[in-house]
């Protein structure tokens, strides 16, 4: 198998470790703090097990491609949650939910087909270039939490746990290349250094910011999230790694159409998440009002 075949495959699970680890995650009770439901409810803890084996698994992709191609897969995370959701709710997919599934598949099939393999050791973030990176993905992380109300809040609070498990990402993969290629020596680097004792709070930041935003539901804070971590982690990669797209001009545009796809997929499983919500809200006010007409009689 070849290094993006094998990139693919870890990808593969380990969306689907973050996709179950979600799905326990939002249901952790919200009277708690984030951080107190995460550590003292079961399905916190779960949710941190399978956070922790998504990462492992996204780590070990990442030491076969680079960030543009292993990154855009969590998309996958939210077109596995959608049936395993709509299963434990006892309920069918909607048509927009199928079709947007679709098109996230078939988004991250044309993107496998434009990503060479993965960068060199040479390419890695240096320190001052870590350091930038960090300053800005804080300075967009305090911004997305204080813009928005309701469940706007909410997704600017799931948009910043992307970028910040974006930065996690990026960190993980300097020290596992540093550590394939020069042993434990390769982590006494400043470089490394810097990433080890960066990589945990970033984490930590990322989990805290998706269970508070969980608050408000989980297709569209996932959704947010599972666009701005590619997002993100892509601008990175063009910008400071040195990672291109294969067939020059024609494998751009190919990478641009299959973000369109996915963007427009995960949309759809959104609106149709959202529309959902309404119909019960609405058939849930009905039905009060009905009750309170009959008592009235």
Excluded: C
């Amino acid at each position: 198998m070849s290094h993006t075949g094998f990139a693919v495959l870890f990808s593969v699970a380990s969306a689907v470790a973050y996709s179950a680890g979600a799905l326990f995650q939002a249901r952790v009770p919200h009277r708690e703090s984030p951080a107190a439901g995460l550590f003292s409810h079961a399905f916190g803890r779960i949710s941190l097990l399978l956070n922790g084996l998504g990462a492992l698994l996204h780590v070990v992709a990442l030491q076969w491609g680079p960030l543009i191609l292993v990154q855009p897969f969590g998309a996958l995370s939210i077109a596995l949650s959608v049936p395993v959701e709509a299963r434990l709710a006892r309920r069918r997919t909607t048509p927009g939910e199928r079709h947007g599934v679709a098109l996230v598949l078939l988004g991250l099939a044309i993107l496998s087909l434009t990503v060479g393999s993965g960068r060199t050791e040479g390419e890695l973030l240096g320190t001052g270039e870590a350091v930038s990176v960090v300053t800005v993905s804080a300075v967009v992380v305090a911004v997305l939490t204080r813009a928005g109300k309701g469940k706007g809040r909410g997704l600017g609070y799931a948009t910043a746990a992307g970028v910040a498990f974006a930065v996690a990402s990026l960190f993980a993969q300097a020290i596992g290349i540093r550590l394939g290629d020069q042993g434990w020596s390769g982590l006494g680097r400043p470089d490394s250094l810097f990433a080890l004792l960066a990589v945990g709070p970033v984490v930590m930041t990322g989990l805290l910011l998706s269970q508070y935003s969980y608050r408000y539901g989980l297709s569209g804070p996932l959704a947010a999230s599972t666009v701005a971590n590619p997002a993100f982690s892509v601008v990175v990669g063009l910008l400071f790694l040195g990672e291109r797209f294969r067939h020059g001009y024609s494998g751009i545009m190919l990478a641009a159409a299959a973000a369109f796809l996915m963007v427009k997929g995960i949309l759809m499983v959104t609106q149709s998440a959202r529309a959902r919500d309404r119909r019960r809200q609405g058939g849930a006010r009905r039905g009060g009002h009905t009750a309170l007409e009959g008592v009235a009689g």
